[in-house]
């Protein structure tokens, strides 16, 4: 009996040092930045109040409709749909708030490729598709909560500023706020 309590105790320790060791966390994160997309996301720790993110992600813009043209003379057609898969590097500091509750900011950089279908060309008067690789500068701010379980739930604001012409075009904009919910395992 002394030692079935010795090994249970034995146990506990080092689950509970092999929590306080956490470094890493995988998961998903939805976000909502040009049309609605998910998002693997790894992150490692670099540092005790620091840590690089890792997001690989996957948006679908539906089309859109909207009206183009000069006084009385505006063609409504079907807009342009995009599929969108990015991978975005961000670089964290991280700060306790209190009782697991965490907030975080930082930089980050990425690129990706997309493909843009029913974009209208005024030059050439008509629907095409457009496809092509662009670059993205962001900024990321957040919340986080720690379970006392290897779970984190988390709720950041990433603007992102897009590089390549032919991508904001296909856009319709060069900037884009992308808000993002995540659950992530750690480990």
Avoid: C
């Avoid at 997309?37 to 996957?58: C, H, P, W, Y």
């Avoid at 897009?162 to 995540?182: E, K, Q, T, V």
Wanted: a positive charge; glycine letters at 14%; proline letters at 3%.
């Amino acid at each position: 009996m002394k030692k079935l309590f010795i090994a249970a105790l034995m146990l506990t320790g080092f689950a509970f040092s092999t929590q306080a060791q956490e470094k890493n966390a995988i998961g998903i994160r939805l976000g909502d930045n040009s049309g609605f997309g998910g998002e693997v996301s790894f992150q490692t720790a670099v540092s005790k109040n620091n840590r690089i993110e890792l997001d690989l992600g996957f948006r679908n813009q539906g089309n859109v409709y909207y009206g183009y043209g000069y006084g009385n003379n505006y063609n409504y057609g079907k807009g342009y749909g995009h599929n969108d898969v990015k991978l975005v590097g961000l670089y964290q500091w991280v700060f306790d708030i209190k009782n697991g509750f965490k907030w975080y900011i930082g930089p980050g950089v990425g690129a990706g490729i997309y493909s843009s279908k029913n974009y209208y060309n005024p030059v050439i008067d008509r629907y095409e598709t457009k496809n092509g690789a662009f670059g993205v500068i962001a900024g990321d701010v957040g919340v986080e909560y720690n379970f006392k379980f290897p779970l984190q739930l988390s709720f950041d604001v990433r603007p992102e500023i897009y590089l390549s012409p032919d991508y904001i075009d296909a856009r319709d904009n060069s900037f884009g706020p992308d808000l993002g919910l995540s659950a992530r395992y750690r480990f």
